[in-house]
Every structure is written in C-alpha cells, then in structure tokens.
C-alpha cells in the first residue's frame, strides 16, 4: 500500500477534467504511434534497466552475463526470473535448487566456484549465477555449428539437451521447448535497459479508457473488482483489470508487472504505461505501488484504504520507473514460481 498522497481531483471537478486527459490520451498515444521508433537500436553492449535485478545480484549478472557472446546480462537475468524469482532459498518439486534452480546431479557436473572461496555451494549465488552463465556459454559450445540463432538454440538446449537441438538442426519442434526459447527471448526485453525508442502500445488508450471509467470507486485492498467486492479494486487489481479489458493477462502483483515489456525512461512516456512505486529504487521486487500514466505527469491509480480511484501526480520521491505493457512481454511472464 502506498504512502498518503494529497488527492488531486475530488468532487465535481472530475468530469471537467476527465474530457480534457480523454483529449491529452488520444492526442498523446496516437502522435506518439504516428513518429519514427527506432527497434534494437544501436548494437553493443546489454545493459540492464533500473531496478530490473535486485541490487544485491546486480553486479553478478552484469559480469557473468557477458562471459560468451551467446548470452548478455538481460538474458541471463531473464532466466534466473523465470527459474527462482530472484529467491537463492527456492526448492522445485523436481528437486532444483537455489537462484539457478540446479538439481543436484547437474550441479555436480557443472556448479562452479564463481567467488573463488574454495567451495561450490548450491545455495550461495555466488556460486549459483556465475555456474547459470558457465553452463549457458557450455551448452553455446556444444551447438555453435547448428543453423540457426545460437542464443536459441543454446535455450533450447538447456531445455532439451544438446543432442536434441544437434538432431533437429536448431530449435527441436517440441512445444515445452519452443515455449522456453519464447518466454526467455520475451523476458529478456524486460531486462534489458532500452538502448532505443520504444514502441508505443497498441493497447493504452483502450486500457485507459477502462480505469477512467473507475475513477471515484472506494479503493478495497486485495480488491479485483468482482461483483463479491462491489467492483472495487487495489492497485494492482485496477492495473491488472484494465490490461485485461484489451486481452492482455497482466500478474496479479504490482512487482511481477512490472516485467511486462521494456523500461521507457521517466521522459519518454506515454499514456498507457505503468509506473511504479518503491522504497527501494534499486529493486523492482520491492515495488508496492502502480498506476497507469494518463500524460501530463499523472496517472490513476488506487491509492489506499480510505481513498477513492483518481488521478495522482507521478513524480514524488517514491517513483521507481515504468512499463510499456506488450502483449508477448505479459505472456512470457511466469504464472508461479516454485516455493521454499
């Protein structure tokens, strides 16, 4: 939950005030949409976006991230999200263990003492994200001669093993393999700092439109807006809801959605963003707050218990970063992750 916030719009001031960001809305996405957006950008070094890795692994996946040229630190960080969720205490039914989610046997042949302390520890990831890399850049090698993207086909290998992706030529046809060569290729763009314009959404006005029409409801937190709960809504719940109404299938939490597309920076948005509120700026996992950017320097949001959905300012001490949602970017997300 948000601190306190001084409201912006309350009582009949609203309805004059939403025509004019209804104006600001269409004006503002769809002129955006209408420029030059550039794709990649220049080529280069990956750097990673604001917060993306929680700081304490920060430095880790940035070293270890480029130790071949089949993997970069985005890439890397993709896979440690989608395997743990950033937590080194995580156990899977299948026995995968740590921030890298080895299992044992495979930790055996493969786990490396990456901060050099005489031992290799599962646990520490310390151990556990310089081993991801080594194993990464280990299986690049085994498939470097097959056609095709090497990336690609190193997921795919680390899915299915080597022999398979040999065998196929590339990316075997196997849906579970193919779906982890997608979702760790999407999550990547979420972790990557933007190193060029961003598209703008397709969806943001129509996602706006939904939470517009929510302005004033009673704020309820863990609210979803069911009929059960009076169509009321958290932050998140509202964020999730108007994704939802455009058929995008956001995360339920704040901080798992903010890894639904890449990181446009603070003068580069649009309406339709997310943006994001933290007490710690330099870990996405902390966020505890979100909104949807109208223009202007506001967004709605669901602010607390006791206050209605309105328009608030975004720049306050709090503001971490933001989002622009894509369709593929929500879908890669994981939709649970193992528990300790």
Known sequence: MRKVRAAWLVGGGVTGVCLLFVLLIVVGT????AGAFGGAGKSGSVGLAKGAVPAAYQGLVQQWGNLC???NPALLAAQLYQESGWNPKIVSPADARGIAQFIPGTWAGHGIDGDGDGDRDIWDPKDAIPSAASYDCELAGYVKDVPGDVTNNMLAAYNAGAYRVIKSGGVPGISETQNYVRIIRSLEKSFARPIGRV???KQAASAIYYAQQKLGTPYLWGGTGTAAQNGRFDCSGLTQAAY???GIGLPRVANDQYNAGPHPSRNELLPGDLVFFSDDLTNSRAIRHVGIYVGGGYMIDAPR???????????TPDYFGATRVTKEGAAALPTHLPRS
């Open 244 to 246: 939802d109404s455009v």
């Open 199 to 201: 598209e703008p959404s």
């Open 305 to 315: 218990t006791g206050a209605v959905i309105r328009f608030d300012r975004i720049d």
């Open 30 to 33: 769809y002129s955006a949409a």
């Open 69 to 71: 040229p089949a993997i």
